[in-house]
């Protein structure tokens, strides 16, 4: 998927701005139609400048080539680029390239959010071509700060030469947890090294988590983990798993990456973003392939929320007019489709547009459809302290504490809930 990792950040996710994916940096093409023209644009010379947390995105190289016109600028946060620093010496940029939850932190936390409701009327462009949840996901925020480019999703990788090893059939299309269950168990074993069933990339089920659950009451700004969906999500998803025989302890203080199911290849199942094996040199001779997300015996076909990556325009920007133009063209059916080829999740709800997706990757003969199979859950509201909650209340202390049996699951909400109640009063303060 050409875009991912150089447009997310691992919060996103994260968040979409990863690094290596701006070694993919061909194969984007032009639409051939331009999208329409709006009044109020410069003719002089402007130059538009792109904010985000990681490498270069691709779409930047595209949007040089399709606008040469405009001088393009990409500005890294980082040193001296960090958002309080770049908003305390007066720097400005022109679009915003990040999640919804990070938007909410950054621009609504220093109340430079503007809401594009009008701006995109005025460049005529069709709201209801998008995916609702995208656009809702960032709504809840409090107003359309932001229209989302692409999607990361979900998906339930497994390495077939661990299947093939113990004689276990492949995991399917629609399974349950309970069936994704038994198969780590059997998978659960010591050969010529311990092998693991299943593990998961965290952060980013707790994000994307099927119930849509909120982390914040946006009244009281106060954690939500402490109630019984939470704790059925974490008991089925991590504290069940973490107790197989053979697994005890193994992921509890030190989470693994990715690199446990392509590089040490001792995991047979990863349920992780679904752009993972995008720039993955180590995944190019792997006997791999995906499937969808298990899905809640209560909550069948519902899958893992959609994040997707947003680009706003702050309310500083002098020119708004350009970069809506410049928005307009990269959420236009032409340059969406070239995406979504590439192996990226289209931010519109064109099946057409999602049908072709990754056709023109390597991995154009894995089963990329996985990612669709299940219809994405509902977007969950975002608040400017979520990421608090998520990465000072639960994961960083008590979801340890949880699957390495220190704490029993109604001990770890409430400490979760404490912890982020804290880490939420901190960052008001």
């Not at 400048?49 to 405009?70: D, H, I, N, Q, W």
């Not at 969406?336 to 390597?362: R, Y």
Request: charged share 30%.
């Amino acid at each position: 998927m050409l875009l991912k990792k150089a447009l997310l950040p691992t919060v996103m996710i994260a968040v979409l701005l990863s690094a290596s994916a701006c070694t993919k940096s061909q194969g984007i093409s032009e639409p051939e139609e331009s999208p329409k023209e709006a009044e109020g644009i410069a003719k002089a010379p402007v130059e538009i400048a792109f904010y985000s947390s990681g490498k270069e995105p691709l779409f930047v190289e595209a949007v040089r080539k399709k606008f040469p016109e405009y001088t393009i600028k990409y500005i890294q946060k980082g040193t001296g680029f960090s958002f309080p620093e770049m908003i305390a010496s007066n720097q400005t940029f022109d679009i915003y390239v990040e999640s919804a939850r990070t938007y909410a932190r950054d621009l609504l936390g220093a109340k430079l959010e503007m809401d594009m409701t009008d701006l995109a009327k005025k460049h005529q462009i069709d709201l209801s071509r998008f995916d609702k949840n995208g656009l809702e996901q960032m709504r809840s925020a409090g107003g359309l700060y932001g229209l989302p480019v692409y999607g990361s999703g979900m998906a339930l990788y497994y390495n077939k030469e661990i299947f093939d090893r113990f004689g276990v059939p492949y995991p399917k299309d629609g399974m349950t947890w309970e069936e994704t269950y038994e198969l780590a168990k059997r998978l659960t074993r010591v050969d010529d090294k311990p092998y693991y069933g299943y593990w998961l990339k965290t952060k980013s089920y707790l994000r994307k988590n099927q119930y849509s659950l909120p982390f914040v009451d946006m009244k009281t700004e106060k954690a939500l983990i402490d109630n019984d969906k939470w704790k059925k999500t974490i008991e089925t998803v991590f504290e069940r798993f973490s107790g197989i025989e053979g697994m005890e302890g193994k992921f509890g203080t030190q989470w693994p990456g990715s690199d446990v199911f392509y590089k040490n290849k001792d995991v047979a199942m990863y349920l992780t973003d679904s752009d993972m094996h995008q720039g993955v040199k180590e995944m190019r001779d792997m006997k791999w392939d995906m499937v969808s997300v298990p899905s809640f015996s209560d909550a069948p076909r519902v899958g893992p929320q959609i994040m997707y990556t947003y680009l706003g325009i702050p309310a500083f920007s002098k020119h708004k007019d350009e970069s809506m133009k410049i928005i307009q063209y990269l959420t236009s059916d032409e340059f969406q489709m070239e995406l979504s080829k590439q192996g990226f999740l289209t931010a519109l709800n064109n099946p057409d547009i999602q049908n072709v997706i990754g056709q023109e990757t390597a991995d154009k003969d894995k089963n990329l459809k996985a990612i669709y199979y299940n219809p994405f859950a509902p977007s969950g509201p975002t608040t400017k302290y979520d990421e608090y909650v998520i990465e000072d209340g639960i994961d960083k202390v008590a979801l340890r504490e949880l699957v390495n049996k220190k704490l029993d699951i109604n001990t770890m909400v409430r400490k979760a809930e404490e912890l982020a109640n804290q880490s939420i009063q901190k960052n008001k303060n």
